[in-house]
Nanobody, 117 residues
Framework: QVQLVESGGGLVQPGGSLRLSCAAS????????MGWYRQAPGKERELVAA???????NYADSVKGRFTISRDNAKNTVYLQMNSLKPEDTAVYYC???????????WGQGTQVTVFS
């Protein structure tokens, strides 16, 4: 059974917007942090944004002011609103979920985001 399902990727022009969603299975409990990573061609995977159970957020410097991460605990879902997209944002975006009890980590299948004019 798939535990994390991502959606929302696609092709967009520079300056455009996309909203990524990642729905975790209802069977996943005690979620502490939910986040998004990305991997561009020829580069290592990097953290884009994370949100903790208390609402604290963390963003990579390259996306601050443009991306917003949020979560809906009732739906076990995390979102990434991406505005003012740049070609440098082109990458495969991966959802990440970490739980507390038990301590576990889950990854989504990845969704392609391409920013091209």
């Amino acid at each position: 059974q798939v535990q994390l399902v991502e959606s929302g990727g696609g092709l967009v022009q520079p300056g455009g917007s996309l909203r990524l969603s990642c729905a975790a299975s209802r069977s996943i409990f005690s979620i502490n942090v939910m986040g998004w990573y990305r991997q561009a061609p020829g580069k290592e995977r990097e953290l884009v944004a994370a949100i903790f159970s208390g609402g604290t957020t963390n963003y990579a410097d390259s996306v601050k002011g443009r991306f917003t991460i949020s979560r809906d605990n009732a739906k076990n879902t995390v979102y990434l609103q991406m505005n003012s997209l740049k070609p440098e944002d082109t990458a495969v975006y991966y959802c990440n979920v970490q739980t507390v009890l038990p301590r576990r980590e889950y990854w989504g299948q990845g969704t392609q985001v391409t920013v091209f004019s």
